[in-house]
């Protein structure tokens, strides 16, 4: 585990897919998953998120144990999301469905 996770544990966590795999992050949205829910569906455009997802609210820390952030994907209990473009960017709750934003305008 990489050294700026420890400690944050117990921390809500959503795992962060970047442009098909092109960087993996551990976001921590430092907000209740209902309220992350809500302010996902409210964002009318991925756009600010497009370079870098470093922007997006609370805690955001490049994956640099590649094999830690896929063991706990594989674990299927934490929130994930993938941020690109308006029409592939989704955020997904552990075992449920995709969550897409208000601006989404690719295949359901």
């Avoid at 420890?6 to 795992?15: H, M, P, Q």
């Avoid at 609210?57 to 299927?76: F, Q």
């Amino acid at each position: 585990m990489q050294k700026e996770l420890i400690g944050r544990e117990k921390d809500f966590l959503v795992l962060l897919e970047e442009e098909y795999g092109y960087r993996h992050w551990f976001w921590f949205p430092e907000m209740e998953p209902e309220i992350l829910i809500r302010w996902w569906k409210s964002l009318k455009t991925v756009d600010p998120y497009f370079m870098t997802p470093e922007p997006l609210p609370g805690s955001v820390i490049y994956a640099e144990d590649m094999e830690y952030w896929y063991s706990l994907d594989k674990s299927g209990k934490y929130f994930s999301a993938h941020t690109h473009c308006d029409d592939d960017s989704w955020l997904k709750i552990p075992n449920k469905d995709y969550v897409y934003h208000l601006g989404y305008d690719g295949e359901k």
